[in-house]
């Protein structure tokens, strides 16, 4: 089998907070965004091209290691989720994931920012059975400011895949001075209620355990130095709430 350590930086089991019941999560090589808080800095090289004809053997290798789980699978509803980075940066090796897992019947999960082309996005994401959509902020320097890409593309793809009819949930990163203001909740609740139905929303408080990843790899690790407190944490959950949405703390 090709090598996946070029496209695929890693592969986690027993996930239980990258969508329903017990997952495989497959982590994609390479991200559009450069969030202040990033948790996977490994992703942030780009993807090796693949060479021709190397296709098949990498997905039937991927699925050989997601079906090592489908016990787990099976007694708790869950499956594998495509993570990174952003699995859309490789759509091709996305969208051949996918379609193999539907054939085998494995429920799938694509965990992305929306930072890509539409074509792109209207490609795989029907193709998956739920889609983890992040949110993090609409105003659009702010956005660019925490992230280092406007919000733009992100906002008018989350409305496009509302009009796909995908199913999907939300996802907010609560970042203690990133993502956590009043004024930045109430825009992203305005936008939502306007733009779309989904009222399912995942609030995933910051963590510092990725800050040895950066130390290995002699990146800067992020300023934040602690999780956002229990306080500020149900504030915000309260604010959603408030609005009608079905809140979850973590994944």
Request: glycine fraction near 8%; charge should be negative; include cysteine.
């Amino acid at each position: 089998m090709t090598n996946y350590s070029p496209y695929i930086f890693r592969i986690q089991r027993y996930s239980i907070h990258d969508g329903p019941g017990i997952r495989t999560t497959l982590f994609f090589q390479g991200c559009p965004l450069r969030c202040r808080w990033c948790h996977n800095p490994e992703s942030h090289g780009r993807p090796e091209r693949l060479p021709e004809g190397e296709m098949p053997g990498l997905v039937a290798g991927l699925v050989r290691e997601i079906e090592k789980d489908l016990i787990y699978y099976d007694d708790s509803g869950g499956g594998v989720t495509f993570s990174g980075g952003e699995p859309l940066c490789q759509p091709d090796l996305l969208a051949a994931l996918l379609a193999a897992c539907r054939e085998r019947e494995i429920h799938t999960c694509l965990d992305t920012s929306g930072d890509a082309p539409a074509a792109v996005l209207e490609r795989t994401a029907p193709a998956a059975d739920l889609v983890l959509y992040d949110i993090k902020a609409v105003d659009v320097r702010l956005h660019e400011r925490i992230t280092g890409k406007p919000s733009d593309r992100i906002l008018e793809n989350l409305v496009r895949l509302e009009g796909l009819g995908v199913p999907y949930r939300l996802r907010f990163p609560l970042i203690p001075g990133y993502t956590d203001s009043g004024e930045n909740i109430s825009e992203i609740l305005d936008f939502l209620v306007a733009h779309t139905t989904c009222r399912d929303i995942h609030i995933l408080p910051y963590h510092n355990t990725a800050e040895a990843k950066y130390r290995q790899l002699n990146m800067t690790p992020p300023r934040i130095t602690t999780p956002p407190e229990p306080a500020a944490i149900e504030a915000a959950a309260r604010r959603f709430r408030d609005c009608g949405f079905k809140v979850t703390i973590g994944g």
